[in-house]
């Protein structure tokens, strides 16, 4: 699935509506998102978290991973963009996340390859200015299931 997102207020609505339908599932759920410095990954996390209630959504590219959980929700948001070596995820138990109800957001996925879940849906962005393009694909019976949701 292509999407053209011309402005803030539609990645946010991209964000929202993946979320809503992520909340209908139980399963583990594993999100890539990929593309350049810039393009909008963090910002698109962010909108999928806040849809859960989440008012303060950090990002982080500094600590590895920021964890939003109540007791409807267990989400998880990477950023793997300062990894040295994908082993780096072993030690800080990047298994122990991916529990029932989960959720995981995980930037720059491709340097923590060998180490982390496969993607159930992976989000490849591209574009500057306000501007952004949007390949989603659904790579997962989890992923697929939420296409139904989003397309729907």
Not at 45 to 69: H, N, R
Not at 94 to 101: A, G, M, P, Q, T
Not at 132 to 142: D, K, L, P, W
Request: charged share 30%; proline share 3%.
């Amino acid at each position: 699935m292509d999407l053209k997102l011309k402005n803030l207020n539609e990645t946010k609505e991209l964000g929202e509506k993946l979320a809503q339908c992520c909340s209908r599932i139980e399963s583990p759920c594993v999100i890539y998102l990929k593309g350049d410095l810039g393009v909008g990954k963090t910002t698109l996390a962010q909108f999928f978290i806040m849809y859960f209630g989440f008012d303060k959504v950090k990002s982080p590219t500094y600590t590895l991973v920021e964890s939003y959980q109540d007791e409807k929700v267990d989400i998880h948001h990477f950023d793997c963009y300062r990894l040295t070596d994908p082993e780096e995820l072993e030690y800080i138990g990047i298994r122990d996340y991916l529990r029932v109800n989960s959720l995981q957001i995980i930037e720059w996925p491709e340097l923590g390859k060998g180490v982390l879940a496969k993607a159930d849906i992976s989000i490849k962005l591209s574009g500057n200015g306000d501007t952004r393009n949007a390949s989603i694909r659904f790579e997962s019976e989890i992923g697929k299931s939420i296409i139904e949701c989003a397309i729907g």
